[in-house]
């Protein structure tokens, strides 16, 4: 990735690559489980947006477990310009409401399986 990253430089997914590395399972108070996780069509929890003529593909950033086991989706974001627009927080969070957070149950399934994979190949 680092090779990748001096030819295609971008802040956020460099900073992306370095939580990744640092925070591993069962080597820091959290495990990254995935990273640019993106809501499927198909899921039980897919995107039921207002706007049926555009459905959203929800994309988060960041996903994680802590060590008590709390589920953690992050969006990571630097600068003000964060604050508004297609890519700002209040927008990523309308589209959490609408897929992952509308139904949490099967996506709290899927992570744990994530995690049970991480845990075996450690």
Request: hydrophobic share 30%.
């Amino acid at each position: 990735m680092d090779k990748w990253f001096e030819v295609n430089p971008k802040p956020e997914r460099f900073a992306q690559h370095i939580l990744s590395v640092n925070n591993q399972y069962g080597k820091s108070d959290y495990t990254i489980l995935d990273l640019e996780y993106q809501v499927s069509e198909l899921s039980e929890f897919r995107c039921e947006y207002p706007n049926k003529d555009k459905p959203k593909k929800p994309r988060f950033d960041i996903i994680a477990v802590d060590r008590e086991g709390s589920l953690c989706v992050i969006e990571l974001k630097k600068g003000e310009r964060a604050l508004s627009g297609v890519c700002g927080l209040k927008e990523h969070w309308e589209c959490y409401k609408a897929s992952i957070g509308r139904n949490t149950e099967p996506f709290v399934k899927e992570m744990k399986l994530v995690l049970k994979q991480k845990k075996a190949s450690v």
